[in-house]
């Protein structure tokens, strides 16, 4: 799945998920499978898979008090769900580890330092994987998790902006945090999968955009409660900044988030309609 490995052996092999809700420890599987199956070519070494709903945060958003203003339906939130879905549903039908290593974003082969992967079933030119790595995902948690903030966040930032900047933001938070995680291992053959980095700046949007708007959200996984987004949000920005700082930080792409987080937060001015207020201006209080 990943590239052979020109550098040494001591990085571990697996797919690192850029799961919006991961945060512990992983299991250690048998060494010939990682991710629903996913066979990888290298010996010696530890495949890992993240149960992401066993690793979900404090707060699981379900809805938000937001209605829409400016759009009916918000049609690009709807397909990029959808393509996320169809992406999964196609690879999970088998070759999954042919389109891993043809679609996934592979640090040292985009930056020219890993010989890609025989095995890829198309060839992709390294530079379309900044675009092509947000629509695959390893597991259904893996793409629920991530989907799951994107329905909740999604639609008001996509009001906000309008169909087609919204989709341009969406995207461009993806391919700067694909670039961040690349930057910070320019040589790692380990495939990077998953929305979250994309997910991540409009988790940044939302909070720049409706802090003081109400989510409905599940506490420690059963209890339900009405929090502001300031908090629900918050806590999971913080999560992040937590463990890019740890030593060992498990198969997940942490400075993805960083990166959609930082990328969002800076086109978020850029990319909404003019007039449209940031941080809640102007919402009464209670």
């Known amino acids: 799945m990943s590239a052979p490995h020109q550098h040494g052996t001591s990085q571990r092999d697996r797919v690192l998920k850029a799961g919006a809700l991961s945060g512990r420890r992983c299991r250690r599987l048998p060494d010939v499978q990682i991710s629903r199956g996913v066979q990888l070519p290298q010996r010696g070494t530890f495949p890992i898979t993240c149960h992401a709903w066993k690793a979900l945060p404090v707060f699981v958003p379900l809805q938000d008090d937001n209605p829409l203003k ?83 966040f999604g639609d008001n930032v996509e009001d906000a902006m309008g169909h087609g900047r919204f989709l341009i933001f969406y995207l461009l938070c993806g391919i700067f945090a694909g670039l961040v995680h690349a930057w910070t291992a320019p040589q790692s053959g380990v495939p990077l999968i998953g929305a979250s980095g994309a997910v ?87």
Do not use: C
Request: charged residues 5%; hydrophobic residues 60%.
């Open 70 to 152: 400016f759009i009916q339906h918000q049609y690009v939130t709807f397909a990029l769900i959808a393509l996320n879905v169809v992406a999964f549903l196609l690879t999970a039908t088998g070759g999954q580890e042919a389109v891993v290593a043809s679609f996934a974003l592979i640090p040292g082969e985009l930056f020219g330092l890993v010989v890609p992967a025989p095995i890829q079933s198309v060839a992709l030119p390294e530079n379309l994987t900044l675009l092509s790595y947000m629509f695959f995902h390893g597991d259904v948690l893996h793409l629920a998790g991530n989907m799951i903030f994107l329905w909740v």
């Open 200 to 286: 991540a700046g409009v988790i940044a949007a939302y909070l720049m955009l409706h802090p003081r708007v109400r989510v409905w959200v599940l506490a420690f996984k059963f209890l339900p409660l009405q929090v502001s987004a300031a908090i629900v949000l918050g806590v999971w920005i913080v999560t992040q900044i937590i463990m890019v700082l740890m030593p060992e930080t498990g198969p997940v792409a942490w400075w993805a988030h960083i990166g959609g987080l930082i990328a969002g937060a800076v086109l978020v001015g850029v990319f909404k309609r003019p007039g449209v207020p940031l941080f809640d201006r102007g919402l009464s209080a209670g």
